[in-house]
């Protein structure tokens, strides 16, 4: 056997896999979800999966540990993990696989943790039950995983409940975890998709470093080119369960072959041209501060922004900056402390309670979850047609003439009116929640991380969506989000929070432009650029700067 064979560890060949979909009115019936995929992964390389919603990213990571998630099924082709076919290993072989050879790091760490065990119990379990190590020596190498990770006071980390870290630590916890029984291969599952772009940074380092350190290879699974552009040593682009193309990363992002990946390489250069100021205001937010019962101190500091006709006002920061909670007091569910809010030049209450159905009708929300934010029982035709008669008393065929209106005008046209949300695309139920807000006629919506949960393809068409529709309604936008990409694609105004402040606020022209503050330079200097060794560069600068000072 040649060397170069010899190195590989994990051998993919013809990989097929199905599952059996039961659609509503429907017999249920078997559908191909990974068709024919095929690699190889050498020891201490990275591959990275990448593509779209339904691309079988995911469903093949988790073949690597001959695992199928929710009645997937492994129906074809040889996963060959250190030269053995684990597909033949049974379930006892795979019990000893599992958590030993290969582990897993999931996207939501909040939701993978036990909340009722300390970190360090759950970091070293699964080097435990395998018999890897005595309890002192596993402690003694999450300890160890610890500080290579960045976390704070490694030696009592450990102790602490996973509700006691911020979600960035308890992501670097769980790569500990997946670390510590010293595997040959890691599947690393978006593990930074849910985090801001200044923690995004640190667990990305970490990560990187962490693999360079351990010599472990990896399934590095993403939508997002500019992120695995940092880790992995090639790239697999997948569409609808087959492989586009796949190469060395600098290839693949530097000159990709196929005409998807290219639109996915394409897809973070949107840029919308500023209007003007100078229309009416429509949103007038004045010197508001709020807090949360029970806390000692405000959440939002004496905010003032306003949003004019037909503009959006793009508010960012990090998770706890403020940004929802303005959200929340701008729609009277946190009724603020202090300040005043005025919309379309009236005052309105601070609760909601005390607000007038105009109020109502004429602001609106998008929320981040589409899945959430919809009945599951009722049809598309229902969802958009309830603010229709609440607002307006359209019913029968007048109703839902209105209803198919509202579907052309968010691209969707003939067909769809009577699905149900599971029967749409992540996109497509994001779009409903656009139509059922522009049903109401708003004057103002505010959109809170719409299009944070999509994929980038999908998410730049319902940014595209959004400005078509403001030109044809004139209607104003709050978009809150971390997305910098984004706010560069929609916004004509911005308003960078932290810490409950506004820190920077303006035309984008001017809040994109030097000098920065400490903070917008931090937060713009995190957004990933979709190039090999951006990731070093960014951390040998800020380790210049943490010296200096």
Known sequence: MSDAASDILLDVRGL??????????????DVVIVDDVSFTLARGRVLGLIGESGAGKSTIGLAAMAYGRGGVRITGGEIRLGGRDILKAGAAGLRALRG?????????AAAAFNPARRLMDQVTEATLRHGLATREQAEARAIALFGRLGLPDPERFGERYPHQVSGGQLQRAMTAMALCPRPGLVVFDEPTTALDVTTQIDVLAAIKEAIRDTGVAALYITHDLAVVAQIADEIMVLRQGRMVEQGPTARIIGAPRREYTRALVSVRSMEHPEKPAGGQVVLDVANVSARYAGLPRDVLRDVSVAIEAGHTLAVVGESGSGKSTLARAITGLLPPSRGRIRFSGRVLSPDLAGRARED???????????????NPRQTVATIIGRPLEFYFGLKGGERDARVQELL???????????????????GQKQRVCIARALAAKPKLIICDEVTSALDPLVAEGILRLLLDLQAQEGVAYLFITHDIATVRAIADSIAVMHRGAVVRYGPKSRVLSPPFDDYTDLLLSSVPEMRQGWLEEVIRHRKMESAGN
């Open 16 to 29: 097929r896999i199905e599952a059996t979909v039961h659609p509503p009115g429907e017999r249920a019936r």
């Open 100 to 108: 030993r050879e290969v582990t897993y790091v999931a996207q939501s």
């Open 360 to 374: 109502l009708r004429e602001l609106q929300m998008i929320y981040q979850m589409a899945d959430v934010a919809m």
């Open 408 to 426: 052309d005008a968010i691209e969707m046209g003939r067909g769809f009116a009577d699905r149900y949300p599971a029967e749409l695309s992540g």
